[in-house]
C-alpha cells in the first residue's frame, strides 16, 4: 500500500492573503488541488490522507468532489505545527492500514513534483526504508548563528536542499513521532521529517528531485508557480512532447 500525506495545516501568514496560501487560486484551482491531482493520477499511489486547518475540512471535502479526487480516504484537521499536522494524517491512516504501509509525506503547497520523484521515493522506501527527496545546492550555502557574522562555510559540492516528499514505512515514523513527542523539547526546531530522525540517530537516505517543485510560500512564489504552470500548459497544448508523467510511466512500463 503506497499512501501520500499531504501536509497543509498553516495560515500562510507569510503569503499576505486573506485565505490560506494552499487555497489561493491558480488557473482554476486552488493550489493544494494542483498538488493532488500528481497523487491522484499517478498509478503507484493508492490513497490519499489531507492534514488542513480544521474549520477549512468541510470546504476541502467540497475540493475532493468537485475535482474528483476519488484516492482521498481522510482530511483530518491540523495542528499546533506543521509536525502535529503529520502525526494527526498519520494516525489517520495507521487506523485504516497496515503498519507495512509506504507513506510519502508531502507538502500541499508544492504542486510541481514529477511522476519520477514518486517512483524515486516508493523506491527508496523499498531498498533503504526511508527516502529524502534532495536536490543539489547551486548557490554558497552560509552557517551563521547569530544571522550577522559567517561562521562556516560548507563545500558547496557537499550540500543539498531538501524537499518533499519524505517517505518512510508507517510504523517507522509513527514510531518517530512518538519518541520526538514524549521529549520536553517535542518537535521544537524539527522543520521536516528528515531532521527529526536524524535527532533520533537514524540515517536518511537521499533520493534524487526535481527543481520545479517549489514551495510556494511567498508573493514571489506564485509568479514562479504560475510560469511554470503556462510552461507546462504550453508544452501540452503545442505538443513539444509527452508530459512528465506520461512519459515516465511508459518507460518504467517498457523497462
Known amino acids: 500500500m503506497n499512501i501520500a500525506i499531504i501536509f497543509a495545516g498553516g495560515s500562510g501568514v507569510r503569503m499576505g492573503a486573506g485565505i490560506p496560501k494552499q487555497f489561493l487560486e491558480i488557473n482554476g484551482k486552488p493550489i493544494i488541488v494542483h498538488t493532488l491531482k500528481q497523487f491522484q493520477n499517478h498509478d503507484m499511489i493508492d490513497k490519499i490522507y489531507i492534514a488542513v486547518l480544521e474549520r477549512y475540512i468541510p470546504y476541502m471535502e467540497e475540493l475532493c468532489k468537485e475535482f474528483r479526487l476519488t484516492k482521498v480516504c481522510g482530511i483530518v484537521a491540523g495542528g499546533e505545527t506543521g509536525q502535529d499536522s ?143 504552470l503556462t510552461y507546462r500548459e504550453n508544452e501540452q497544448a503545442f505538443g513539444l512532447g509527452l508530459t512528465d508523467h506520461l512519459e515516465a510511466r511508459l518507460n518504467r512500463r517498457n523497462r
Do not use: W
Not at 503529520?86 to 487506523?95: G, M, R, T, V
Open 86 to 228: 503529520i502525526y494527526n494524517a498519520l494516525k489517520k491512516a495507521e487506523s485504516e492500514n497496515p503498519g507495512d504501509s509506504i507513506v510519502l509525506i508531502h507538502d500541499g503547497v508544492r504542486p510541481f513534483i514529477t511522476y519520477d520523484v514518486i517512483v524515486n521515493n516508493i523506491e527508496g522506501v523499498e531498498q533503504y526504508g526511508n527516502a529524502i527527496t534532495c536536490t543539489p545546492c547551486f548557490e554558497t550555502i552560509l552557517i551563521s548563528r547569530d544571522g550577522e557574522k559567517v561562521g562556516s562555510v560548507p563545500f558547496r559540492k557537499e550540500t543539498y536542499s531538501a524537499q518533499a516528499p519524505q517517505s518512510f514505512y508507517l510504523q517507522d515514523i509513527l514510531s518517530a513521532h512518538e519518541k520526538v513527542r514524549e521529549m520536553p523539547t517535542r518537535y521544537e526546531n524539527l522543520v521536516d521529517s528528515c531532521t527529526m530522525i536524524r535527532v533520533l540517530g537514524q540515517t536518511a537516505h537521499m533520493v534524487p528531485g526535481n527543481r520545479g517543485n517549489i514551495k510556494v510560500t511567498t508573493p514571489e512564489d506564485v509568479y514562479v508557480f504560475r510560469a511554470l
